[in-house]
């Protein structure tokens, strides 16, 4: 075995190399201290309500949802969000297409809307087999699809990231968008589930 | 993209609705087409842009002239002859022009 | 035996085991693993993704598999300011030793 003596193991001698090079980038003026805690701050800000927000409001207004799928980095940024250069594209989920994101070279993710991805989405099991056996895939996530339901895997290969707008579940025309926004999980987002159903009435 | 790089752009051989092959190449280095659509042939969806080629970028050289991107769509049961599920469930990936070639 | 024109971290379509859903919360020093990489290669463009991915991928599968996430990347992102000469391999190892002293007797 060549794992460090360490008891923390590889992650103790690149925990000190990033200190280091920490260290040594700010000493050369390259970075800032305070640079890298408004980049942590900024990161831990991002998360998959923004995109849940997104949703929440292509579906109550048809409008918004076409400009959003048009030209989606204008359409978040009329709510708040800059996604700066990020190359975002919404793939929109329908009655008989369920998309579903992958990247099987690295972890390329819209974190620039969402955040950081989620440990799963950059394992070995998921970028494996995401692009090889969607449903199988889907089904250990809970995702029940509709039987007949075309699947269609984005392999972000490139500069583009994707995040699904999913299908506005029955049984919400009464809810506003505040609450619409809860039914989005982040898993909703990627593709592995689906927007819930309210499971109280009224 | 600056005005320096779209002046530099290779041209676009391919449209929307062409069938195209990923070339059987399996170079090292760091390339962005997937081992696992090489050799396949998929419909062009979406012309993406021109974008420098990344595989030079990791050499950190320009990656100038631009190269043509496409959005490109494989059905999965052509992917994989053991492909459980829908007879219209498809793969999309971006790829980079100089990885295609012209299918019938 | 490793087919040498599939690269390990090519890892569409391979066999693998199943996904596991989890809720793992990154530690400090990742998410300052994350914030060094996002500065450097953003508006500063003081290196790119590309190469970035590039020393990650010449990891060698046994460190790829072994290796967390933000091993890696912090590999990637040193090797890369190394090849660029903007940290030196002298200076990289004797901060880190003072670092690890620090720690020993903090």
Not at chain 1, 86 to 92: G, K, N
Request: net charge negative.
């Amino acid at each position: 075995m060549n794992k460090a003596e360490d008891s923390e193991g590889s992650a103790g001698y690149y925990r000190r190399m990033q200190s280091a090079v920490e260290e040594l980038l700010v000493l050369r003026g390259i970075l800032t201290p305070e640079g890298i805690e408004e980049q942590v701050a900024a990161m831990d800000s991002r998360t998959y309500k923004s995109g849940a927000k997104v949703v929440a409001r292509a579906w109550v207004d048809a409008a918004y949802k076409a400009r959003l799928l048009d030209d989606p980095r204008t359409a978040v940024a009329e709510l708040g969000f800059s996604v700066g250069p990020m190359h975002l594209i919404v793939i929109e989920n329908t009655p008989t297409v369920h998309n579903v994101v992958v990247c099987t070279l690295c972890s390329c993710y819209p974190r620039m809307l969402l955040g950081v991805p989620p440990h799963w989405y950059k394992s070995r099991e998921y970028r494996s087999r995401m692009v090889r056996e969607p449903r199988a895939v889907l089904a250990e996530f809970g995702c029940a699809l509709p039987a007949g339901i075309d699947i269609r895997v984005h392999d972000s290969t490139a500069d583009m990231r994707y995040m699904v707008l999913p299908l506005r579940p029955a049984g919400t025309a009464g809810l506003g968008e505040a609450a619409l926004a809860e039914l989005v999980t982040r898993d909703c987002l990627v593709g592995v589930g689906l927007a819930a159903c309210p499971t109280s009435s009224g | 993209m600056a005005e320096s790089a779209a002046a530099e752009a290779i041209a676009s051989l391919f449209a929307i609705g062409d069938r195209v092959r990923v070339r059987k190449q399996h170079p090292p280095g760091h390339v962005r087409t997937p081992h696992y659509c090489r050799g396949h042939v998929g419909v062009v969806l979406r012309l993406c842009g021109a974008f420098p080629n990344p595989e030079e970028l990791a050499y950190k050289r320009n990656g100038l002239p631009a190269q043509p991107l496409y959005r490109v769509r494989f059905a999965s049961r052509e992917l994989w002859t053991d492909y459980i599920g829908g007879a219209n469930d498809v793969v999309e990936i971006e790829i980079y022009q100089h990885w295609l070639e012209p299918a019938a | 035996m490793n087919d040498p024109g599939h690269r390990h971290h090519d890892l569409g379509g391979r066999p693998a085991g199943r996904c596991e859903p989890d809720d793992h919360q990154y530690e400090a020093w990742e998410k300052r693993v994350d914030a060094l990489v996002q500065l450097l290669n953003g508006r500063a463009k003081v290196i790119t993704t590309d190469e970035m991915r590039r020393n990650i991928e010449e990891l060698g599968p046994t460190a790829y598999d072994e290796y967390g996430y933000y091993e890696r990347w912090m590999h990637g992102v040193t090797q890369t300011l190394l090849q660029r000469g903007l940290i030196e391999i002298d200076e990289l190892g004797r901060k880190m030793a003072e670092i690890e002293a620090r720690e020993r007797h903090g």
